[in-house]
């Protein structure tokens, strides 16, 4: 039996909380005008979770991405998700390299931080090639398991207003996300940042350009996910995160409603906020602040009153509004 977490003292939860304000306002310097998608990302990886990023292209998933491996050190690798994509061409293949002998040659899936790009673009069979890694932390080929980094992190990217030419989502695929991000456009000052930025000097394709230098290391990030899990949260707190749960699979408003995997991810999630705000425990605030983007992925909405504008969002509003809180 796995020996229970020793809690988080509050020296500690101050000491983490300083350092993943520096990993936050590193991204900030270079994603501009997108806090909530930033501070979403941070806890998705405190919490040892993947990220689906959605959002119209040119609004800095990819560059947000890119600007965490930079901060952290980490490598960054980049698939790119076509039709015509292979599951071998993602975990990778055993070479003929001698009379009988063969040698394992690892895809791209063999990184720190992956990203998919457009990952709704690739069919079923090949996005089925992510369930292992995403799951295990490792692939299998030809009956051969090969372990991935400690660090790794899927993050993929899709688009919501295409439609031609994509493939939805899974929904086991979809429930290994620990937090789907929407990147929207950025205000208009914003913008006229970004345009200040390129005027300066910035290019997106030229990582030398963003002005970032690390500011962890992989082992700090280790010590930081290690302090989220200690997080406190309260038998009060648990039953909260249950109830909203479950309130998804009995609501009118959703044909499928969240699994108890969405009830793990929302834990780990506010355990990560709670660090991020410099605490050992976690508050219901913290439920309420992260339950749509962890949730939002995990459940469906009635067709005939999608067609009246309810969108997965406004469902789950309603829910955690009428969820009472603990106090």
Do not use: C
């Not at 960054?76 to 390299?97: A, C």
């Amino acid at each position: 039996m796995t020996a229970r977490p020793i809690p988080l003292d509050p020296e500690e939860a101050a000491a983490g909380a300083a350092a993943a304000a520096h990993l936050v306002e590193a991204l900030g310097r270079v994603v501009l005008g997108q806090p909530a998608a930033v501070r979403e990302t941070v806890a998705a990886l405190l919490a040892r979770g993947h990220v689906l990023l959605e959002g119209v292209p040119g609004t800095a998933k990819t560059l947000l991405v890119r600007t965490l491996a930079l901060a952290l050190g980490l490598e960054f690798r980049r698939i790119q998700f076509t039709p015509d994509l292979m599951p071998s061409d993602i975990t990778g293949v055993n070479l003929l390299t001698g009379p009988g002998e063969f040698s394992f040659r690892p895809g791209p899936i063999f990184g720190d931080l992956v990203l998919g790009d457009e990952i709704n673009r690739a069919p079923a069979k090949t996005q089925a090639a992510l369930l292992e890694a995403m799951q295990e932390r490792r692939v299998t080929v030809d009956g051969t398991s090969h372990e991935l980094p400690d660090s790794f992190t899927v993050f993929a990217t899709q688009n919501p207003i295409e439609f031609e030419g994509t493939y939805p989502l899974p929904e086991a695929e979809l429930d290994r996300f620990v937090v789907k991000v929407l990147v929207g456009y950025p205000e208009e000052p914003v913008e006229q940042g970004i345009l200040q930025r390129v005027l300066g000097g910035f290019e997106a394709d030229i990582p030398a350009s963003y002005g970032v230098s690390r500011v962890t290391e992989a082992s700090d990030l280790a010590r930081l996910r290690e302090a989220a899990r200690r997080v406190r949260v309260e038998p009060s707190l648990v039953a909260y995160i249950t109830a909203i749960v479950r309130a998804t699979r009995t609501s009118p408003v959703l044909t499928l409603g969240a699994s108890p995997r969405g009830s793990v991810a929302l834990l780990k999630m506010a355990q990560a906020a709670a660090l991020l705000e410099g605490r050992s425990y976690a508050v219901p605030d913290d439920v309420k602040e992260l339950a749509t983007a962890v949730l939002r992925h995990r459940v469906a909405v009635a067709a005939e009153l999608e067609l009246e504008g309810i969108t997965a969002d406004t469902a789950l509003r309603g829910i955690i509004e009428k969820v009472e809180a603990p106090r």
